[in-house]
């Protein structure tokens, strides 16, 4: 397992982790970094209408666990076993999230 504050620091340094084929962790740092500023954030009308409909229940933290597994059952993933438990322990901490988008 990553450490919280080691993972924590490079998120906080522009740097994160990612499971290599080999299963050994390599830290990325992309040029240009992907930052969503929130207070210019545009929801698409296609979403909008979707949240008026009621099409999906979108909840916060309901199954973080359940949610980054599922993201790593798939064939070319950055997430393996030791992301995981890292992440998860971040989420203990408070510091790691899910967005969900329930349906039925």
Known sequence: MIEPDLLLQGYRLGVF??????DS???????????IPLEDFHVPHAL??????HVFE?????AFSD??????????TWINREII???????E????????????
Do not use: Q
Not at 17 to 22: I, K, L, S, V
Not at 48 to 53: D, E, I, N, P
Not at 58 to 62: L, P, Q, R
């Open 17 to 22: 982790p990612m499971a290599m084929e080999d």
């Open 25 to 35: 962790i390599g830290w990325f740092s992309p040029d240009p970094r992907a930052i």
């Open 48 to 53: 909008r209408r979707a949240v008026r409909k």
């Open 58 to 62: 979108v909840k916060v933290d309901n």
């Open 67 to 76: 949610v980054i597994n599922a993201c790593a059952r798939r064939e070319d």
């Open 85 to 91: 438990e890292s992440y998860t322990r971040l989420h």
């Open 93 to 104: 901490l408070g510091h790691a999230h899910s967005v969900e988008a329930w349906r039925e």
